[in-house]
C-alpha cells in the first residue's frame, strides 16, 4: 500500500511536471528558444491567485481564472519585448534574455510582495478519495491534478490537430518562411503559443501550491527546471514527451525520495535523466537530428 | 615568407599583451587605492569575488565561445575544486606545512581534480549536442551539488571515513576530526585568497587559454565549432580536441573554485553558491563581454559583479535595475534592429567620414 500511496503522490507530482513542461515544449518547438523565464511565469500565477483569494476575498473559480489571464498577457507581454527583436539573433543571446527576464520577474514579485514565504490555501476543498478501507488515502488535490493534466493534453492535441490556429503551430515550427508564403501569421502564432504556455503555467501553478503550499518569490525557479528537463527527458517539442517526461520524472523523484534516499532525489532525478540521453540522445519520443553537409 | 608570419604574430600577440596589461593595470591602481585608504571596506570585500568570476568566466569563456558548447554546470566545476582544496588544506592543516606551500598545492589539486571531473564528465556529455548537452551539464551540476551536501568525512586515529548518511554513521573514534559535514560542509578553513593571488590566477588562466586558442589544437577545437562534419572530414579527432578543451575549462573554473573556498570561513554547497544560477551567472558574463574574447568576460565579469554593489545605495531596488539592464544590454547588443541603428549613428563612422570631407 505504501508503494501505491508514493507512487500516485508521484504521479501527482509528475502531473504538475508534465503541465509545466508542456508550456516548455511548446514554445521551444515553435520559437527555438529556451524560455528561462517560464518558471517564474508560474510564480507570478501563484501570487496571483493568492492576492486575489487573500485580499480581494474572490471565490477560489474566479482567483484561478484570474491568475490564467494574467499569466497569459504577462507571457504576450514578455515575448513581444524582450524576445521578438531578438527572433533573428543568436539563440545564446536569447537565452540570456530569457534569463534576464526571470531574475526581472523574481525581484518584481520580491518588492511587490516581500521576501517571506505565503502559506497558500489549498483551492481543492472536497474531501479526500478513501479506498481499500481507508488503507489508501488519496488527496482530492492529487485527483483534480492528474484528470486536469489529462484533459490539458488531450485539448492540446485536438487543438493541434483539428484547428487552423493549430495547424498554423506546426507549419511555424517546421519552417517559419515556408509557413510565411503559404499566408499563416507567424508572429500571432507565435504569441499565441506564449498566450497558451503561460496560461497553463498558471494552472501548473496553483495546483503547485495547493499540493505544496508554501510560496516565495523563488517558488517556480526549480520545478521551472524540473520541468524543462522532463520535456528534454521526453524529446523536447513533443507534446507527447513533455507529458510521459513529465510523469516519469515525478514518479522518479518520489520513488528514490521514499525508497534510495529523501536528500538524493534530485540527484537521482538527473542521473536518470543523463542515462536516457545517453542511450537516445533527442530524448524518448525525440526525432533524431539529421545534419547536412 | 618569414616577415608575413611575424606581422600576423604581432597582431594576436599584441592582442594578448592589451589583456595582460589591461589586468596588471587594474592591479595597480586598486593597490594604490588600497594604500591611500581610498577603497571602501565594501569594494575591498569585493576583490577576491572578481577575481574569481574573472577566473571561472575566462574557462567558461574557452567552452561557450570555442568550443562551441553550452555549458550550464560549471559551477558544478567549481564546486569540485572548492571541496577537494578545502578538504586537502584541512587535513593539512596541523602537519606544520608552510602556509604559501600549501595553499599552492591546494590550488594545484583543485585544478586537477577538477579537471578530472571535467575530463570524466566530458565523455558521455561531448557525444550530446545543443540544447541536450546543456541541460546534461545543468544536471551533473546539479548532482555534484546535492552530493556534496549529503556527504559526510571525518578523520581519527584509524584514517578516513566515509558516510553519505550522517555524521553519527562514520563510526569515528572519540578524538576524531569531522571534516566534512554533510550539508554544514567545511568549516574553519583559512583565509589564504588574495586579491594578489587571485590576479596571479588570471593572469596564468589567460595565459594558459591563449596559448590553447594559437596552438595547433585550439585551431582544431575552433575548426570543430565551426562545422563539425568538414572538421572530421579532414582527420580531426573530434572527441579528442573537444575532451581537451572542456577539461581545461573545468580545471580553470575548479581554479576559481580553490579561490572561493579559501576566502570564506564556511564552506558549504548552497544552490546559490554552486547550484544552477551561479552557473548562469558566469554564462552572462561571458555572453555580455563577448563569446571568444577572453577580454570581455573579464571586463563584464567585473562589471556585472559591481553593478549590484554599486546600487546598493537603492536597496530594494538593485537587483531590479540589474535584471533591466541586463536585458536591456542584450538587446541593444544584438536584436537585429538596434545593431542596424548602430551602425547607422556610429560615431567612429561620423568621424573617418568628416576626415574623408577634409582631404577632398
Known amino acids: 500500500m505504501t508503494f501505491l500511496t508514493h507512487l500516485i503522490n508521484g504521479i501527482s507530482l509528475g502531473s504538475i511536471y508534465a503541465i509545466i513542461a508542456l508550456g516548455y515544449t511548446m514554445v521551444y518547438g515553435i520559437a527555438k528558444m529556451l524560455n528561462f523565464a517560464h518558471g517564474d511565469v508560474i510564480m507570478i500565477g501563484c501570487y496571483a491567485v493568492f492576492m486575489s483569494m487573500s485580499s480581494l476575498a474572490l471565490p477560489p473559480a474566479v482567483s484561478v481564472v484570474l491568475a490564467i489571464v494574467v499569466c497569459t498577457v504577462l507571457g504576450i507581454v514578455i515575448e513581444k519585448v524582450a524576445y521578438k527583436p ?62 486536469l493534466c489529462i484533459v490539458i493534453v488531450a485539448a492540446l492535441l485536438t487543438f493541434i490537430k483539428k484547428t487552423k490556429a493549430g495547424q498554423a503551430m506546426l507549419a511555424v515550427s517546421e519552417d517559419k518562411e515556408a509557413a510565411q508564403l503559404m499566408g499563416v501569421n507567424v508572429n500571432g502564432t507565435i504569441s499565441l503559443t506564449f498566450a497558451i504556455g503561460s496560461g497553463l503555467a498558471a494552472v501548473a501553478g496553483v495546483l503547485l501550491c495547493s499540493a505544496y503550499p508554501t510560496l516565495t518569490p523563488y517558488t517556480g525557479s526549480m ?70 553537409v | 615568407m618569414k616577415k608575413i608570419d611575424l606581422t600576423n604574430m604581432k597582431k594576436t600577440t599584441k592582442d594578448h599583451l592589451v589583456t595582460y596589461g589591461m589586468v596588471l593595470v587594474v592591479y595597480v591602481i586598486v593597490q594604490i587605492m588600497l594604500a591611500s585608504g581610498s577603497l571602501s571596506s565594501l569594494m575591498q570585500g569585493l576583490l577576491v569575488p572578481l577575481t574569481i568570476y574573472s577566473v571561472v568566466a575566462v574557462g567558461l569563456n574557452l567552452c561557450v565561445g570555442y568550443l562551441g558548447e553550452l555549458s550550464l554546470g560549471h559551477a558544478g566545476f567549481m564546486c569540485v575544486g572548492a571541496f577537494s582544496s578545502a578538504f586537502f588544506t584541512k587535513c593539512m592543516e596541523h602537519t606544520g606545512m608552510n602556509e604559501s606551500v600549501r ?69 569515528m573514534a572519540e578524538d576524531g576530526e569531522m571534516i566534512i559535514n554533510g550539508a554544514k560542509g567545511i568549516t574553519g578553513t583559512p ?119 554599486v546600487l546598493r545605495g537603492l536597496s530594494d531596488y538593485r537587483m531590479l535595475i540589474y535584471a533591466v539592464v541586463l536585458i536591456a544590454m542584450m538587446l541593444f547588443n544584438w536584436a537585429p534592429k538596434a545593431i542596424e541603428w548602430r551602425e547607422r549613428h556610429s560615431i567612429r563612422d561620423r568621424l573617418r567620414n568628416r576626415k574623408t570631407k577634409e582631404v577632398r
Open chain 1, 86 to 147: 531578438l527572433r533573428k539573433a543568436s539563440p545564446l543571446a536569447v537565452l540570456i534574455t530569457a534569463i534576464g527576464v526571470s531574475y526581472l520577474l523574481q525581484n518584481i514579485a520580491l518588492l511587490l510582495f516581500g521576501a517571506d514565504s505565503k502559506s497558500f490555501q489549498s483551492i481543492v476543498a472536497f474531501p479526500p478519495l478513501k479506498l481499500a478501507g481507508g488503507n489508501l488515502i488519496i488527496p482530492s488535490v492529487t485527483i483534480v491534478t492528474v484528470i
Open chain 2, 191 to 309: 583565509h589564504q585568497s588574495t586579491f594578489t593571488i587571485g590576479v596571479i590566477l588570471i593572469l596564468v588562466s589567460l595565459f594558459v587559454v591563449f596559448n590553447l586558442v594559437n596552438s595547433r589544437s585550439g585551431r582544431a577545437i575552433m575548426a570543430i565549432r565551426d562545422n563539425r562534419i568538414a572538421a572530421e572530414s579532414v582527420g580531426i579527432n573530434i572527441t579528442k580536441f573537444k575532451l581537451l578543451g572542456f577539461t581545461i575549462s573545468a580545471a580553470i573554473a575548479g581554479a576559481g573554485g580553490v579561490l572561493y573556498a579559501h576566502n570564506l570561513s564556511t564552506l558549504t554547497a548552497l544552490p546559490a553558491n554552486f547550484g544552477y544560477n551561479m552557473s548562469i551567472m558566469i554564462l552572462v558574463f561571458v555572453v555580455l563581454g563577448g563569446m571568444g574574447s577572453f577580454r570581455g568576460s573579464i571586463i563584464s565579469a567585473v562589471l556585472l559583479t559591481m553593478l549590484p554593489e
Open chain 2, 103 to 171: 595553499f599552492l598545492l591546494a590550488i594545484v589539486i583543485g585544478t586537477l581534480v577538477a579537471a578530472l571531473f571535467g575530463f570524466l564528465i566530458g565523455i558521455p556529455v561531448l557525444r550530446l549536442r545543443g540544447d541536450y548537452l546543456a541541460i546534461v551539464t545543468l544536471a551533473f551540476g546539479e548532482i555534484i551539488k546535492n552530493v556534496m551536501n549529503v556527504l559526510y568525512v571525518g578523520r581519527d586515529g584509524s584514517g578516513f571515513h566515509f558516510s553519505i548518511k550522517d555524521s553519527a554513521s562514520l563510526n
Open chain 1, 223 to 292: 520545478p521551472g527546471i524540473k520541468a524543462f528537463t522532463a520535456a528534454v527527458f521526453g524529446g523536447i517539442g513533443s507534446i507527447w514527451g513533455a507529458f510521459v517526461g513529465g510523469i516519469l520524472l515525478g514518479v522518479i523523484e518520489i520513488l528514490g525520495r521514499a525508497y534510495i534516499s529523501s536528500q538524493l532525489s534530485d540527484a537521482i532525478v538527473f542521473a536518470v535523466l543523463i542515462l536516457v540521453l545517453l542511450v537516445k540522445p533527442t530524448g524518448i519520443f525525440g526525432k533524431p537530428i539529421h545534419e547536412k
